[in-house]
């Protein structure tokens, strides 16, 4: 989509990479205060930032979804550079943690991020991943692989229609 090649697979607001999951299309200016469906109008945005902002304008927006975060980490731990959701190479990340300096566990493990990443849809155990171990996907490689489970899931339905309309005709 031009949209994606504009901006990337990144949420415009909080600029966290995102997935089939977490993507959404926003209107810069909201319809509600006179803006339109044009490209130059549309940003890549992330449901949690979309939900946030609402209609407000593009100059109230970072406060905005400051205050309605319902997850909040101390300015000095910095950001996490992955999320929740977010498709990595190694697989999918389901789980976060900080390990702080000057502490028993970040002095064991290493100070900063690490991630729980379940390796493939059948797997039911998670690895943990240092920041600077986890591999992000390419956007090619997002897409295509977006587009496999989209194709995986259109089948699916096509099959689960056949069946229905086999079983009317019985």
Same mark, same amino acid.
């Given at each position: ?8 697979? @990144? ?11 977490? =993507? ?6 909201? =319809? ?35 205050? @309605? ?12 550079? !992955? ?5 990595? @190479? ?62 995986? !899931? ?17």
């Amino acid at each position: 989509s031009l949209l994606i090649e504009k901006y990337g697979m @990144k949420c415009f607001w909080c600029e966290v990479a995102l997935t089939t999951y977490s =993507l959404t299309i926003d209107h810069f200016i909201p =319809l509600s205060k006179g803006g339109n469906n044009k490209l130059k109008n549309l940003r890549t945005a992330c449901k949690g930032c979309n939900n946030k902002r609402g209609n407000a304008m593009p100059e109230d927006t970072p406060e905005i979804i400051a205050q @309605k975060s319902c997850i909040r980490f101390p300015s000095h731990w910095g950001k996490p550079k !992955y999320h929740l959701g977010q498709r990595v @190479k190694e697989g999918e990340i389901v789980g976060v943690e900080y390990y702080q300096p000057k502490t028993l566990r970040g002095y064991e493990e290493g100070a900063g991020w690490s991630y729980w990443v379940l390796r493939n849809d059948l797997s039911d155990q998670a690895e943990a991943f240092r920041e600077s171990n986890i591999s992000p996907l390419k956007t090619s490689e997002l897409i295509e692989d977006i587009q496999s489970e989209i194709e995986f !899931y259109q089948n699916k339905i096509t099959a689960l229609n056949e069946h229905i309309q086999e079983s009317q005709q019985s």
